[in-house]
């Protein structure tokens, strides 16, 4: 059986990769082998290793990494342990191909370490185009440390190709995101009322998940401030989740627990929601705001308005039922209005189809894990302009 190394960091690049490693789970051709380590192993943001726990993959390391703090050097420094103990991992474990996920610290580490060990990368979410943040510079150098690419649209295709690349090696997979919400029990939303101890009676309420952004580190306590007043004024009940661990998120955290919310009594902070209250809760949401991807990638599919507030996310393909706003709260109250309360807009949103995809991406990437020759000719890149 061909071994299968996925690596995870963080409860996002989990959750999204999880359909891809249960049907690697399910292949009688493939064998799962993870890797968790990042905030995973953090309790200040939910010890999520308790619920990867709970799914009984083959968990064969824990690489405790993550140096949490507000400065550059905590996450390039994470970046490093990780790299470090892949490595040793990787010396003593035969693994005959390594998925490396998006964006983040374990995508470069896990493409570095295979194409030093001579180990062939695929690399999911390739191809994807973000801008202000480090996340997207570390997307294509991924791409060119990578073997396979797993894109979820065809523009993003497109631009593996003018990249250099080998269209043989190209797919164009959709977003694993549309499983995740497809595959998940559906729970009441009185059960999550209850579960989560919401005791708001309006229909609508707002999720915030807000991340602070690298190229903006020190005005990360401003932008999160201009949020939460908005929040506050607009007085609709609001379910803040608890940011990244990027740079920033400490004073962001801050930010929260000093804000003196005086109109909007119905704001809940959670740091980390279990899986299913949390695609649950989503599915009963009125609006998202913030900068998450989910705003992009999973929202059409429930046919969500969103708010993003920033440049974050500005530049991904999007299904037209997204209002970018800049970190002003007067701007950001303006959307949320027009996104509940503007009958055509709202209209409109409900008829959004989603351009990452209709589903069924977990099975298409792992046919493709089971059929691929790991050979020379994957191993050996060519750069074809």
């Not at 969103?306 to 393909?317: A, F, M, T």
Request: aromatic residues 10%.
């Amino acid at each position: 059986m061909r071994k299968i190394l996925f690596v995870t960091g963080i409860r996002s690049d989990y959750f999204i990769q999880r359909p891809i490693i249960e049907e690697v789970y399910k292949s009688k051709k493939l064998k799962e082998v993870l890797i968790i380590t990042g905030v995973h192993l953090k309790k200040k943001f939910g010890y999520t290793f308790n619920e990867i726990k709970k799914d009984k993959y083959n968990v064969k390391k824990v690489i405790n990494n993550i140096r949490i703090g507000d400065n550059h050097y905590s996450r390039a420094k994470s970046a490093s342990l990780l790299f470090d103990g892949l490595v040793d991992f990787l010396k003593k474990n035969k693994v005959d191909l390594i998925v490396s996920p998006y964006d983040r610290e374990e995508s470069i580490a896990a493409a570095l370490a295979g194409a030093y060990l001579n180990i062939p990368v695929a690399h999911l979410g390739a191809g994807d185009r973000t801008r202000v943040n480090i996340d997207g510079v570390i997307r294509h150098s991924v791409s060119k440390l990578s073997n396979l690419f797993f894109c979820f649209t065809k523009k993003n295709a497109e631009r593996i190709l003018k990249l250099g690349e080998e269209k043989w090696r190209v797919y164009n997979t959709g977003h694993v995101a549309v499983d995740r919400y497809k595959k998940t029990r559906r729970i009441p939303f009185w059960q999550i009322k209850k579960d989560l101890k919401l005791t708001f009676s309006d229909k609508r309420f707002i999720v915030l998940i807000q991340h602070p952004v690298s190229n903006w580190v020190n005005s990360s306590r401003k932008h999160f401030k201009e949020t939460l007043k908005a929040v506050d004024k607009i007085e609709i009940p609001t379910i803040i989740i608890k940011s990244n661990s990027d740079p920033g998120s400490n004073a962001m955290y801050e930010v929260y627990k000093k804000f003196n919310f005086k109109k909007n009594k119905n704001i809940f902070y959670f740091e980390n929601l279990e899986e299913q209250l949390f695609v649950n809760l989503m599915k009963n949401a009125s609006l998202l705001i913030g900068n998450s991807s989910m705003g992009v990638l999973e929202s059409p599919t429930l046919k969500m308005p969103v708010v993003n507030i920033g440049l974050r996310q500005k530049d991904r393909e999007n299904a037209g039922n997204i209002l970018f706003v800049d970190h002003d709260y007067k701007k950001i109250m303006s959307a949320i209005n027009k996104s509940l309360f503007n009958f055509n807009y709202m209209r409109k949103i409900k008829s959004i189809s989603n351009p990452y995809g209709k589903g069924n991406t977990a099975k298409k990437i792992a046919k493709i894990l089971e059929k691929v020759d790991i050979d020379s000719r994957l191993l050996n890149k060519k750069i074809i302009y």
